[in-house]
């Protein structure tokens, strides 16, 4: 069965730091990749999506990256972490080429930026 | 353009009480519906979708939603609340390779 794996769970950085925040998926090849960020209060921002290795589309301009080095490794990263950019980020995949599916969640990253 | 509405931010219901929870979508095309809900601190996780077919779906621990183009509604229901379903619930529409969310409808039970 296909699972999928996010961390750290839990994480505390300060202002102009590096972020790295990973994700896997086993079990399924190609998938669709997701990374979300939800702010307190807040509903679900979609941040970056890839559909293959190396092939990253970014939906918002900001202060953060996204690769996938390897088909079902997706990273999300920062040179210099800002304060706005602590929240809840989640990753998540789909089955790719085909709509009858939803997504899958990891269990998220909480970061605060301090 | 796309989009998904839940006009409800917070809604309070009694343990034992029956739930419903809006969801009104913008799509061109036939939709691709799902509820999620996410537990506090936790992941997003499926509860039930709509691709086609019956109308009235069914999903996990006890909750339905039903499809109605005519209102381009897609309302999830749950006949007896627990105290156990105090989350956040996401409504979506799939639209492509992505999903287009709702707001989310925190649901608060009271005792």
């Known amino acids: 069965s296909q699972t999928i794996h996010q961390w750290p769970a839990t994480l505390v950085q300060p202002v102009g730091s590096p972020l790295s925040l990973e994700c896997t998926v086993e079990?399924?090849?190609?998938?669709?990749l997701y990374w979300y960020r939800q702010a307190a209060g807040r509903g679900l921002q979609l941040l970056f999506y890839?559909?293959?290795?190396?092939?990253i589309s970014s939906e918002v301009p900001q202060n953060l990256s996204a690769s996938r080095p390897q088909d079902r490794q997706f990273i999300l990263s920062s040179k210099k972490l800002l304060l706005s950019d602590s929240g809840f980020y989640l990753c998540?995949?789909?089955?790719?080429?085909?709509?009858?599916?939803?997504?899958?969640f990891g269990s998220g990253t909480r970061l605060t930026v301090v | 353009a796309q989009s998904v509405t839940q006009p409800d931010i917070h809604i309070t219901v009694s343990e034992g009480a029956s739930l419903e929870l809006r969801c009104n979508y913008s799509?061109?095309?036939?939709?691709?519906l799902f509820w999620y809900v996410q537990s506090p601190g936790q992941g997003l996780q499926l509860l039930l979708k709509?691709?086609?077919?019956d109308t009235l779906v069914q999903g996990i621990k006890g909750f339905e939603a039903e499809f109605k183009r005519s209102q381009s509604s897609f309302n999830l229901r749950k006949p007896s609340v627990h105290w156990s379903d105090a989350a956040e619930y996401f409504c979506?529409?799939?639209?492509?390779?992505?999903?287009?969310w709702g707001a989310g409808t925190k649901l608060i039970i009271k005792p």
């Open positions: 979506a529409v799939r639209s492509n390779y992505q999903l287009i």
């Open positions: 799509y061109g095309a036939t939709p691709y």
């Open positions: 709509y691709f086609s077919g």
């Open positions: 079990g399924t090849s190609n998938p669709n």
């Open positions: 890839s559909v293959g290795i190396g092939q």
């Open positions: 998540a995949w789909s089955v790719s080429g085909s709509n009858n599916y939803g997504y899958t």
